[in-house]
């Protein structure tokens, strides 16, 4: 038997996959060449900058800085993610655009602190990373700034290890590398590993609308707004070589994220930078003259970062980020499968329930008697206020937390209540019950709410507009059966 090979997280890094982007929507219609993304976002901390933090790592060692220093860590948020992967202590300078998500990852890896910087900030100026960390760093012995833009850390090596995987991936037949531009490091190491093997290869430097790396402009910083990450700066970084990049593509957020969006149904998780950069290797390949070329596209980020705004429907559609044709599919999901219809039209069945003072027993048999999942349970007045399911209760008496003979009130999920003192507590004896958060659902509630509640809930229990009476229980099967009947059913 083969034994297998415990790896530290560092020996994890690299090697990442390739592969054909041919299956994503849209991407390849009249085009005459091959588009290949490179999957960075499949590094351990799912981007392209574990390369640079274990190089940044390696170097902290070889300099005799101690583990627990603190370092002061200037970006988007995914060269500190990577960092914390090696368990050093942190404290974060990222932007006011850096997603909430990224934001719960930090906190979540230990880090000591965050602190968001002003979007448009120039070097130089008081409210630029830079200073806000040699200001940090001034008030904190020991402490070591860290800004893959300034050149105080060698990151030719991380850098040459992937021009060797594009080159080795594509058996050294590349026509062009497309890749967002931040901090200008990549686009340079890549630029020079590259074309000493590949003289004629072309770098195409991807950022976004308002952007000025490319353009080198001396707009106002704070009239350039963008919402897409990792990519993208109000001036031309330091660290950017002249020359490394041989034309310039600038995609705006809509195109960016919606190009994300097909890169997902294509089985493809990256995020918005990555989107950006093959909107850009489409045009780049449309305006060619050449044919047959053959593309690589930097992947470097992950839409898991992106809970709340790229994998939002709702956020997408408030922010204007969907081209037309996802637009007219997310409304027809939303609203036009339903026609308008409510929950009245689902024929629903009229609800069975038990009291709060029922004992479980009696909800089990009833629910088995009537092949019920779950039951509505009842207070006062016959309002409800909770309910409880057939395995939950299976399950409680199984393991000897409840018994028969006890209320059911003890154990349902509560509709709005805060919970009493040891309701948390699971040893016998104890109430167990969970409280739930109630939305209203009335007969009257259209089935595309009901659709959107489902989402995220199991059951919806449908009662009058003051909650008095339940009047049926609804599931996600009613609403499939209801949408094969009027045969219009698409998953």
Known sequence: MTSLRISTIAETIGRTPMVSLAEVEGLNERLSADIFGKLEYMNPGASIKDRVAKCIVQQLDARGIDKDALLVVSGAGNLAISLAMFQRQLLCLIPERTSADRV???????????????????????EHPAEIGKRIVAQRPGAVYVDEELDDWDLTTCYEELAAELFEQ??????????????????????????????????????????????????????????????????????????????????????????????????????????????????????????????????????????????????????????ASMLDDIQRKRLGQFRGASIEDLQLPAALSVSASDTIGTAINLMAEHDFSQLPVTGAGRRLVGYLTLSAAQTLIENCVATPDQPVSKFMLRFDRRPNRGETNNNAGRTTSVNKQYWLITPETPLSELSRFFETNSVAFVTDASRKFCLGIA?????????????????
């Open 104 to 126: 719960r990852l930090l906190k979540a890896a230990g880090v000591v602190d965050i602190v968001r910087t002003l979007d448009g900030a120039l070097p130089g100026s008081p």
């Open 170 to 323: 594509t058996d050294g037949k590349l026509d062009a590398l497309v890749l967002g531009v931040d901090t200008g490091n990549a686009a340079t190491h890549l630029s020079r590993a590259l074309k000493k093997r590949l003289p004629k290869l072309q770098m195409i430097g991807v950022e976004p609308s308002n952007s000025a790396i490319g353009e080198r402009g001396d707009a106002n910083p704070l009239a350039r707004r963008w919402l897409c990450e990792d990519i993208g700066r109000p001036y031309a970084p330091r660290a950017l070589a002249l020359g490394s990049i041989d034309m310039w593509i600038q995609v705006s957020d809509r195109v960016a994220y919606s190009m994300a969006r097909r890169l997902i149904r294509g089985g493809v998780i990256s995020g918005p930078a990555a989107g950006a950069s093959v909107a850009a290797a489409r045009m780049y390949v449309m305006s060619a003259l050449q044919p047959s070329q053959r593309i690589a596209v930097i992947l470097g980020d992950t839409a898991r970062n992106y809970g709340e705004t790229l994998l939002s429907d709702d956020w997408m559609l408030s922010h204007d980020l969907l081209d």
């Open 475 to 491: 599931t996600k099967q009613d609403l499939l059966t209801f949408l094969a009947r009027r045969n219009c059913c698409r998953f």
